[in-house]
């Protein structure tokens, strides 16, 4: 049972936990014309992404990394659409120095569960060296700029990350993002569907992690008020969305036409937040501070953008039974956590993969 002294904790201090945000509200941003880069931009959500972020008004120039060279074909396909948007490619190893010098954001996509029986311990081997390597080459090459991870399981990658900036010395909380936008997409369709509304008009926030066991819907907060919702089963779909389509597909492909436009919506949130909007408010499992920071050290909350990245975030009130389920999500979130810290400071990378430091 949750007690009634954690549960005060929680909602007791529902205030903003504002962030260093010295010179994070620009006079005149809108002249801004920002850089993305899209790393393993020949996976199916490489290029689905791309195709998305090739029409943003946002961007002025979309970088396509991936270490296979057909990226260069899937960049001259996509500069045949008549946007204002410029694509340039860059394949090979060696070449990721170049896809990230001076970027605003990038986004580092791919490697996504495949088969129900793929367990997150799976999903980190298999994702946790390219998103290393990609953190390495932002330390080195573009520290300031926005990193999102929207690779699984992102309560490891985002404090493994975290821990290679803070040995580094150029840690910035702000600046690193577990992309949860897909999750949050996910949840209001299935509330909407529910409910019998138009998935447009529901917002239901998250908290906790992102993979199934992890993700809390905070039902209780959705808009409209008022919607006929029964929690327990409403919160099993949310755990088995993923799952139930994966199994559909089957062998013939994965999910990434979702987590495609998913992951975009939310490049295209901190593309108007870097361009000076001030509104512009998404879930992202990123690191904490303040009282919930005490409670875990990362969680997917609510949060504001800002020019520099993390402006403020927002835990939003909770149930009894909601922060049950949060509690009983927190024991996986920390072992989650410990898993990434724990590869930063004591795995070595793996030496199949390709890091030149800056030459003095």
């Given amino acids: 049972m949750l007690s009634t002294k ?4 929680l909602n007791g201090k529902c205030r903003p936990l504002l962030y260093n945000s010295s010179n994070n509200f620009a006079t ?4 801004i014309e920002p850089t993305v880069t899209i790393l393993n931009a020949c996976t199916n959500i490489g290029r689905h992404l791309a195709l998305i972020l090739k029409q943003s008004p946002h961007i002025e120039e979309l970088r396509l ?46 490697g996504s569960k495949s088969a129900p029986s793929e367990t997150a311990q799976i999903l980190f081997e298999n994702n946790c060296n390219d998103v290393r390597i990609a953190a390495l080459h932002m330390i ?18 985002v404090p493994l990350v975290s821990e290679e900036y803070k040995k580094a010395g150029v840690y910035d909380a702000r600046k690193i993002f577990g ?17 019998k509304e138009k998935p447009l008009e529901v917002l239901c926030p998250i908290v906790g992690g992102l993979s199934g066991e992890c993700l809390v819907g905070v039902l209780s907060q959705t808009r409209p008020k008022g919607l006929p919702l029964q929690p327990i089963e409403t919160q099993k ?11 559909i597909y089957e062998d013939t492909g994965s999910i990434c036409l979702a987590p495609a436009l998913g992951i975009s ?23 904490q501070t303040g009282h919930i920071g005490n409670f875990l050290p990362y969680m997917t909350s609510i949060i504001r953008l800002g ?54």
């Fill in 140 to 157: 080195e090459y573009n520290p300031k700029g926005l990193f999102c991870i929207a690779r699984p399981p992102v309560e490891a990658l």
């Fill in 265 to 287: 919506r939310f490049i295209n949130s901190l593309l108007r937040a870097v361009k000076g909007e001030t509104d512009c408010v998404e879930c992202s499992f990123i690191r």
């Fill in 65 to 110: 990394y991936d270490k296979q060279s057909i990226v260069c074909a899937i960049g001259e396909d996509l500069s045949h659409i008549d946007t204002k948007t410029q694509v340039k490619s860059f394949g090979g190893p060696r070449v990721m120095k170049d896809a990230i010098t001076d970027a605003d954001i990038v986004v580092s996509v791919g």
């Fill in 28 to 31: 005149d941003q809108s002249s």
């Fill in 179 to 195: 992309v949860t936008s897909t999750a949050t997409m996910t949840v209001n369709s299935i509330v909407a569907k529910l409910a």
């Fill in 307 to 360: 020019r520099h990245g993390v402006l403020s975030s927002h835990m939003p009130k909770i149930t009894v039974e909601e922060g049950e389920r949060l509690q009983k999500a927190a024991v996986r979130i920390k072992e989650f956590i410990h898993l990434g810290e724990k590869t930063a400071n004591d795995v070595p990378i793996k030496k199949t993969l390709q890091f030149e430091p800056k030459r003095a």
């Fill in 6 to 9: 954690l549960l005060t904790f």
């Fill in 237 to 247: 779909l949310i755990c088995r969305a993923e799952d139930d389509v994966i199994n």
